[in-house]
């Protein structure tokens, strides 16, 4: 219990980073890179196409969340 009090109320909480940035967000609840992960485990897929395929679908959110130059 002190140790929760402690974390929760005396130190600073920091934020993980992507509640920052949505498509960070969509990319974590999704779970691209665990998805790629099992594909490699479960299905014996290869580790170079499996992460291709993630980062095409990395690439597909961040299309969605143009960012703006300032």
Known sequence: MVAYVNRSLIRLTVPNFWV?????????????????????MEQGAKAQDAVNKAFKRVEEIFANYPIASA
């Open 20 to 40: 920052f940035n949505p498509a960070i967000a969509q990319v974590q609840s999704e779970h691209v890179w665990q998805t790629a992960w099992a594909e490699i």
